[in-house]
């Protein structure tokens, strides 16, 4: 008997034990809308795609970076292999650049993540969800300012090149590791770095100027060819008002303060105008005209009210969907409703000063533009379904899934990853469905359709 009781009460420890306790945001419920539309914002379009092109490639708006120079060999010898091996889907993923005080650096431009693969072929613009971001980076970024700052003296040009980017790095680290892998922590990137800065002039504090929670959320990553439709971003639609602002916050991890910032967020004008050039890529293989078109129909009726349409002239709406009509994964939305950063950004530089840009989470999620859907797998704001099909019927969705790392194993049939089934166990490149934020329940708009039109609709969205 005793026996018995003693194994009872070392199996609840066990238990208890194992119950992993998430720091999360309490979800927010809203019943009052279902949609919202948002109304545009007056945008400088003066910008040159060229310019922005040249510009977000070298770099310079990034600030600071790790010294080139104990980077050159390895970089130097292969750089193909070095991109590779960082994650990156090309070698415009990272960029050398000289800093304000003479000194080559490098660091990851916007194509570390605005660049992906699909069937080996590199799409700038693309969300890179090639890369893993699991590994908690609190010891290699302390090894890193370790290094620099050994080989390199106090008061020296390289480590005032390299200081905003080693703090910010440092100071960040503990708070972007991904539960799953695929997903991109830059949401909690922006977080963690902006409060570490005083508001008003973006200069570094030593003391934080608001807490964080400790859960990482991460997300997927919208295809840039989108913005050009959108009048917020994000896919809460929290960034509201001026572009330029909005997107520069994206390099605030190496910047001094708001003097560099306002000389980097002039440029951004340009970086807008080529981003509002990009095209999406064009389905390469076979389509079914007859079939697409009979897909066309359905996509009339029951879709395009929320996704806009694709001929000319293209519609879109817009449209915020409430969380409790979309009942996709509640937890993104509601973690940009708590999150501190809001009122941070909104007493901040960026809102304050003009052209102003500000921050206003919705309860919900933006109904995505649909062009290019096809190479921009897996789906949904947290990357938690592998297929377009499985988009339009949620029973076939799988809980754990494996996707292989190699873009060259994409899923023509059913339109996006191929992956494996892994209910039974865990690895370390599963998607795990079932861990708070990552759920793929919910966008249940073609559950009802017969499998043939199911399969019609699957043949249109190739089209776009
Ligand atoms: C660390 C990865 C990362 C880097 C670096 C990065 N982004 Fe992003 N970007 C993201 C993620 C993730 C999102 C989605 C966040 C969300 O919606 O909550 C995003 C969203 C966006 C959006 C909004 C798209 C939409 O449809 O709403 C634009 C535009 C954008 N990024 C441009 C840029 C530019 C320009 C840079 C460089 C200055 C940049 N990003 C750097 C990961 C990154
Ligand atoms: C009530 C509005 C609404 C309707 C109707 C609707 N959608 Fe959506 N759709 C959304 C929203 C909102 C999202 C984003 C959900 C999220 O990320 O959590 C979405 C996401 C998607 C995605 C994934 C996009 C991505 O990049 O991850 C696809 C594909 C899609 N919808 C296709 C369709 C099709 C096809 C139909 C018609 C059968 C349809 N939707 C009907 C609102 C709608």
């Not at 009052?32 to 914002?41: A, G, H, L, R």
């Not at 959320?217 to 960034?239: C, E, F, R």
Request: hydrophobic fraction near 35%; charged fraction near 25%.
């Amino acid at each position: 008997m005793k026996k018995h009781y003693l194994l009872f009460a070392s199996f609840l420890v066990l238990f208890f034990a194992c119950q992993k306790k998430y720091d999360l945001p309490p979800i927010v419920e809203n019943s009052d809308w279902k949609t919202k539309v948002i109304s545009p914002y007056p945008q400088n379009t003066e910008g040159n795609p060229d310019s922005g092109f040249y510009y977000l490639t070298k770099g310079a708006y990034l600030g600071s970076g790790i010294p080139y120079a104990i980077m050159k060999k390895r970089v130097e010898r292969n750089p193909e292999k070095f991109a590779r091996k960082s994650g990156l889907a090309s070698e415009y993923g990272f960029a050398v650049f000289e800093t304000i005080q003479g000194v080559e650096v490098m660091n990851g431009t916007c194509f570390s993540c605005h660049a992906g693969k699909v069937d080996g072929e590199v799409f700038l613009g693309l969300g890179n969800s090639l890369n893993d971001n699991q590994t908690n980076l609190t010891t290699p970024a302390k090894l890193l300012n370790w290094r620099v700052r050994k080989k390199y003296k106090n008061d020296s040009t390289t480590i005032a090149a390299f200081d905003d980017f080693g703090n910010y790095f440092k100071l960040m680290a503990p708070y972007i590791h991904t539960e799953n892998p695929g997903v991109n922590p830059a949401a909690r990137i922006a977080e963690a770095c902006m409060r570490y800065r005083d508001p008003e002039d973006l200069s570094y504090t030593p003391e934080p100027q608001y807490d964080v929670r400790e859960y990482n959320l991460a997300s997927d990553i919208p295809a840039l060819w989108h913005m050009q439709k959108k009048n917020a971003l994000y896919y809460t639609a929290v960034g509201r008002g001026d572009f330029t602002k909005l997107l520069f916050q994206a390099s605030v991890l190496g910047i001094k303060d708001s003097t560099a910032a306002r000389v980097a967020q002039k440029k951004f004008v340009h970086i807008v105008a080529w981003i509002n050039s990009i095209e999406p890529p064009k389905y390469p293989g076979k389509i079914d005209l007859e079939l697409a078109e009979k897909g066309k129909k359905v996509f009339q009726k029951k879709c395009q009210g929320c996704h806009g349409t694709y001929d000319e002239p293209e519609t879109y709406p817009n449209k915020v969907v409430s969380i409790n009509k979309i009942g996709t994964d509640p937890l993104y939305a509601s973690y940009a409703s708590d999150s501190k950063i809001v009122g941070w950004y909104n007493q901040s530089w960026f809102a304050q000063s003009e052209p102003r840009s500000w921050f206003e989470p919705e309860r919900g999620y933006i109904a995505p533009p649909l062009d290019g859907i096809w190479a921009t797998a897996p789906y949904f704001h947290n990357g938690s379904v592998p297929t377009i099909y499985q988009v339009l019927k949620s029973s076939a969705r799988p809980e754990k899934w494996k996707r292989s790392q190699d873009s060259k194993k994409y899923d023509w049939e059913k339109v996006g990853w191929k992956y494996k089934n892994k209910n039974r166990g865990k690895g370390e490149m599963t998607y795990d469905t079932t861990l708070p934020g990552y759920g793929n329940q919910g966008h249940t708009f073609a559950d009802s359709l017969s499998e043939n039109y199911r399969w019609a609709l699957v043949e249109y969205l190739k089209t776009l």
